[in-house]
Each structure stands twice: as structure tokens, then as C-alpha cells.
């Protein structure tokens, strides 16, 4: 059976192009400037392997002009130009790339790179577009050709006059309504900020005549409108150039004008990889913390460019979200982009640069901790949360790139330490990594848990973050040494008991019983303390839940009802447990009482809230009487 051609609807396929491919109207503008790119590109192949040709990079440019009294906008270039036979097909076949048969046919793979390969983004032009008129001149010929067109209803070709080769691409723009605005686009400031946005490294000068306000020659009041054309893009991008030409302040220049903070960013990544996937990219870490850095308005991502063209404003795959502060883009020739360029393909190309690119950003962050502690400890301030988050999130898949960059306060070095200094300056007989959590080093200084371990001489780090504790539980262990909490279980430090008859352990165990019954449903049990040394009594906790993941926990909207298991530890070598000894002989109702202040002063201490405060402080004045 002979087989039937597909045939298209052309209209339809028109209609679909230019209503649902973009989102973003604008865009037009980098497709045309994109073909008159790929045209000059063409007249630089043609001239590499023809010797009688000469490719004068001085003559080739693209320009665009506004025409506000007839609402037309131009886009003209001086490249290769088209044949009345092109012209019918590039234009007359959606669908049909020109350039992309041109890169074929020529085996192009290196440096200059064409950008057109579907061969559907002329047709944007009629998102904003009444008529598109095309007058072309191919490189070589003596006749001008004019193709038109108002979309739905097909298009003409004819003869038409042109001096030089090279194309001129003319959009009547459509009317304004009520509810769309085309006339934006015949503002010079708007056109000059698209060409900005997309096309800023279009590797050929764009021109514009730009229209300005200028104080009239002798005068120092009046202004007159002055216009000139002006280049209005930088053509070489920064990241193309040799990283040896460039100085700190090019790098720093860029990061203001790409607006990427108003900081000077404290460190630069400039990174050109040739490989299974080539690109380049710069990454900046910033000094300072955006203001929206801990909102959920905040979007993390790097600007996204194919071949130059920018293609995406935040790509947000290209960053882990523990980096989420890194500031930047990435260039590359290898992406497979969809059809409208505002998506990737898919993402085997992104993804082994995410990869690539997280670990450049990690060893910069190592050598900063390295060689600039101040710097680093400058930077872990403003991002060190958002590390931890890291750390915490995805069940700790991420706990081995990021547990060394981490930094917390220490009690012995009175400074920031790492966990491997921790570590290396661990006495052999220390079982564990000590820390203890409050709401700031001072409080955490004054916490009577960590007299044991203190007066051991061991290091403790301070915890004042609310996600400090969590990070550790996800990490359980650091070179093996398990983490453990001044405040938790056994604590591995081994204390000399007193001597003490069996008779005196009798009673103690009967006192404490006591008191226990007092704090039913408060605390799981009341024992003799074997870290406090001056304190009279303290809180610890048993088990998975520490009493500060319960505070926090409790602030959150879920796990309402989460409780630590708590312990009263008394100081047996206190005077106070004197007297409790002895009110536990002679009267129970201030053995009550005894036991009720220890408690509200142990929840105080913890920085808890006193379970009834009226009667904590009637109970004070009882003893005072
Ligand atoms: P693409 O650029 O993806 O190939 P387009 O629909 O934008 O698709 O353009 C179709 C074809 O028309 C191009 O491949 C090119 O051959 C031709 N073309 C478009 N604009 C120009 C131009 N300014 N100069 C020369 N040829 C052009």
C-alpha cells in the first residue's frame, strides 16, 4: 500500500504556534535577533572557507528601529540573506529550519554557534504582529525579494529593491486593546531592556537609535533631545573571556549590573568546562543576606543561556537548596532546549552541571574555611542556617558535603571550631562530642548540666540555633565519636561515688519516691545528680527527645503534643538536700513544698515557663515567713 503524507493544517498549526508555544510575549525580539545572528554567523562560515571572501567583523550588525508614528518595529542585519527560493521555504514551512540544515551541512560544532534549529521562531512575530513584511537580499545576488504576510491567511512574494544583502524583518504591531498593550514594544527603554534580557551577548553589535535629554550647549538649564545610535549590547560576555584578563573589579562590576545583590559579592566561581557537556558559568557567593533570603518569596537559581541567549531568568535545578544563596549563571552549547526555549528537554545535560557546579561551590566554601576563617565565619553568619537545613533535609543524604562546613561556638576555645578541630584536640579517654543547647552562649555558659563536663575540662559546643539539635540526631555521629548532650543520659565520665551505708541509700530512695509522687505527670523520675557540682538541682532528659526539640517542636502548628521525658536531678552533696532529708523526717508538707520550688527552679533554669507562677511565688514568701 502506498503510504500517505501527514498533511498540516497550516493555519491551525499557526494559530497553535503563536497562541501556546511562549509564554512571555516578549520574547519575539530574541528570535529575530537570534535568525539575524545566525545570518551573520553564516556570512563568517562562508568567508572561513572561501579565501576570496573576507569577513570584516567591523560591517556586520543588526539594528533595530522604532517607528512610533506607524507602530513599526524593524529588525535589520546585514547577514546572508535570502533567495526568493528561502524565503518560500524557511519562511513558507513552519517548521523548516534554514539554519539548522545550514549547521548540517557544514558540520558545524565549535565556537560560533548557530541558535536556530526548530525552525518556528519567526513565527512569534505574529504574537505581536498585524503584518510581517521580510525584505531580503541574499549575499551574492543582485535581486531584493519581499515576503509577506498577516499570518492566518498564507503569504505573497515579490520582486523588491534593496541596496546592500542582508535581511530587514518589519512588524506592523497590532492595535492595543482594552485588555492587551502592544505599544510597549515602540518604547525605546523597553525594547533597549528586552534586547538587555535576552540578546546582551549576541556576539554582533545591536544597534538602536537611542533618543536622549541633554543641556543645550552654553545653557545650564535648557535640555534639547539628542539622538544617536548607540550599541546597546555588551557582546562578549565576561564569562567567555580568559579568566587571566579579568580582575576582581570586572567580576564585582558584573555582579552589580546583573543585579544580583547590592553587595560586593565576597567570592567569585568562574568555571569553563569542555566535555561531555561544555559550558561555562560564574557563580558568586554573596557577602550579605538578601533581605527575602529566609521567606518563601525567595527563588533560588541561576540564570540559564544557550549559546549566549538567555534562556531562563532562575533555573532553580541548577542549585541544591543548601546553596540556595549562590548567585550566577551557567552558558552552555549542549542543552536540549523544547521548542519555545523557555524549557529544557530534558535534563541529562542540567543535571551533570548541578553536579559539577555543587562541588565547585563546596570546595570554594572548603577553601574559604581553609585559608579565610574570618571571611568564612563573615559568610557561615548569613548562610550557616541554611547550610543546616541542608544537613537536616532530605533525611541527611547531603551530611557527608556539608558536616566539615559547619561551625558552632566553643565552650574552651571561646570561638567558632569545626567538628574535626572538635575532634583532633579530643583527650583519649573522651567518649563523646559534647554540646549543649540554650538561647544564647551566655545562657548555655550558665547551665548547671554542663558542670560535669565542664569541670572535666572537656570541650562543649553551644547550640543556640533552633535546628541545631535536629542536625545532630540526623548526623548521630562525627568520625565515629557519637554526639551527646550535657543534658541527656549517661554521659560517660566516670565520678567517684561516696561512701555510703545501706541504711542512708534506703532512705534516699524513699525521699526521692516521694518527691516523685509529688511531680506525677511532670517528671519521669527524681534522682541523684551525678553532673551538677554547685547547682542544687537540674532537668535532664531520657530518651530520643530532648527538652529543647520540645520547645521547639511545640512552636511548630503539628506535634502539638510532643513531650521530652524529663528527669529532676538533685545534688546530693548540696546543703538543700539537707534540708530535704530532714523535712522528709519531720514534715511532709514541707517536703512538698521543697520539692515544688526545686522544680519550678529547675524549669526556670531550663528556661521553661514555672508551671504556676501565683503559686511558685506564694510558696517563696511561705519560706521567708
Ligand atoms: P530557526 O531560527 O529555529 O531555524 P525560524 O522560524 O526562526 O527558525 O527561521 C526559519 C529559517 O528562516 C531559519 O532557519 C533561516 O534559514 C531563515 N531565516 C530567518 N530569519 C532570517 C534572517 N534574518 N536572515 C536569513 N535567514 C533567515
Request: proline share 2%; with cysteine.
Amino acid at each position: 500500500m502506498a503510504k500517505k503524507q501527514f498533511k498540516a493544517e497550516s493555519k491551525r498549526l499557526l494559530d497553535l504556534l503563536v497562541n501556546s508555544v511562549y509564554t512571555q510575549r516578549e520574547i519575539f525580539l530574541r528570535e529575530l535577533i537570534s535568525n539575524a545572528s545566525d545570518a551573520i554567523d553564516k556570512m563568517y562560515y562562508k568567508a572561513l572557507t572561501d579565501e576570496s571572501l573576507s569577513f570584516d567583523k567591523g560591517n556586520f550588525f543588526i539594528k533595530v528601529t522604532i517607528d512610533k508614528a506607524n507602530r513599526i518595529l524593524t529588525v535589520s542585519d546585514t547577514g546572508i540573506g535570502m533567495t526568493r527560493e528561502e524565503l518560500d521555504d524557511n519562511l513558507g514551512i513552519i517548521a523548516k529550519s534554514g539554519s539548522m540544515l545550514f549547521k548540517n551541512e557544514n558540520e558545524l560544532k565549535d565556537g560560533h554557534e548557530i541558535i536556530g534549529q526548530f525552525g518556528v521562531g519567526f513565527y512569534s512575530a505574529f504574537m505581536v504582529a498585524d503584518t510581517v513584511t521580510v525584505i531580503s537580499k541574499a549575499f551574492g545576488s543582485d535581486e531584493a525579494f519581499m515576503w509577506e504576510s498577516k499570518g492566518v491567511d498564507g503569504y505573497t512574494i515579490k520582486p523588491s529593491a534593496k541596496d546592500s544583502f542582508g535581511t530587514d524583518v518589519i512588524i506592523k504591531l497590532k492595535e492595543s486593546t482594552e485588555d492587551e498593550n502592544f505599544d510597549e514594544y515602540l518604547e525605546q527603554y523597553r525594547i533597549r531592556s528586552i534586547i538587555k534580557k535576552y540578546s546582551d551577548f549576541i556576539s554582533y553589535p545591536i544597534k538602536m537609535d537611542i533618543t536622549e535629554s541633554r543641556l543645550k550647549e552654553g545653557s545650564e538649564k535648557d535640555y534639547e533631545e539628542h539622538t544617536e545610535e548607540q550599541i546597546v549590547n555588551s557582546m562578549v560576555p565576561i564569562w567567555r573571556r580568559n579568566k587571566n584578563e579579568l580582575k576582581q573589579e570586572d567580576y564585582e562590576n558584573f555582579y552589580a549590573e546583573k543585579h544580583y545583590g547590592f553587595d560586593k559579592p565576597l567570592r567569585h566561581i568562574h568555571i569553563s568546562v569542555e566535555g561531555a557537556v561544555s559550558y561555562n558559568a560564574i557563580l558568586f557567593i554573596p557577602e550579605n543576606i538578601p533581605f527575602d533570603f529566609y521567606t518563601k518569596e525567595y527563588e533560588k537559581g541561576l540564570e540559564l543561556y544557550s549559546s549566549g541567549v538567555m534562556i531562563m531568568n532562575k533555573c532553580a535545578e541548577l542549585l541544591p537548596d543548601y546553596f540556595s544563596f549562590v548567585k550566577g549563571m551557567v552558558d552552555s552549547e549542549d542543552l536540549s532546549l523544547n521548542i519555545s526555549r523557555e524549557m529544557l528537554q530534558h535534563d541529562r545535560q542540567l543535571n551533570l552541571i548541578a553536579k559539577n557546579i555543587k562541588t565547585k561551590i563546596k570546595n570554594e566554601l572548603d577553601t574559604l574555611l581553609k585559608n579565610e576563617r574570618e571571611k568564612y565565619e563573615g559568610f557561615y553568619k548569613s548562610f550557616g542556617r541554611q547550610l543546616k537545613y541542608g544537613l537536616y533535609g532530605e533525611y541527611g543524604r547531603n551530611k557527608e558535603d556539608l558536616q566539615d562546613l559547619l561551625l558552632f561556638y566553643s565552650s574552651t576555645e571561646k570561638k567558632m571550631v569545626t567538628f574535626a578541630e572538635y575532634v583532633s584536640r579530643m583527650p583519649e579517654e573522651q567518649k563523646y562530642i559534647y554540646y549543649a543547647t540554650g538561647e544564647s552562649n551566655e545562657r548555655i555558659e550558665k547551665l548547671p548540666q554542663t558542670e560535669l563536663v565542664a569541670d572535666k575540662g572537656y570541650e562543649i559546643l553551644y547550640f543556640t540555633d533552633d535546628v541545631d539539635e535536629f542536625v545532630i540526631k540526623m548526623l548521630h555521629t562525627y568520625k565515629e565519636k557519637e554526639f551527646k548532650s550535657v543534658a541527656g543520659g549517661d554521659l560517660g565520665i566516670e565520678t567517684e561515688e561516696k561512701e555510703s551505708s545501706d541504711a542512708d541509700d534506703e532512705k534516699q530512695k524513699a525521699l526521692f519516691t516521694k518527691m516523685k509522687d509529688f511531680l506525677t505527670g511532670k517528671v519521669s523520675d527524681v534522682r541523684a545528680s551525678k553532673r551538677l557540682k554547685k547547682h542544687p538541682v537540674c532537668l535532664s532528659s531520657e530518651g530520643e527527645l530532648s527538652i529543647e526539640m520540645e520547645k521547639i517542636l511545640k512552636t511548630l502548628p503539628t506535634n502539638q503534643d510532643v513531650k521530652a521525658n524529663k528527669v529532676l536531678e538533685i545534688n546530693t552533696n548540696h546543703e538543700v538536700f539537707s534540708s530535704l532529708k530532714e523535712a522528709a523526717e519531720n514534715d511532709p508538707e514541707k517536703l512538698k513544698l521543697y520539692t515544688d520550688l526545686l522544680y519550678n527552679q529547675a524549669l526556670l533554669i531550663e528556661g521553661l515557663p514555672v508551671n504556676d507562677p501565683v503559686d511558685f511565688t506564694n510558696n517563696i514568701c511561705k519560706i521567708m515567713k
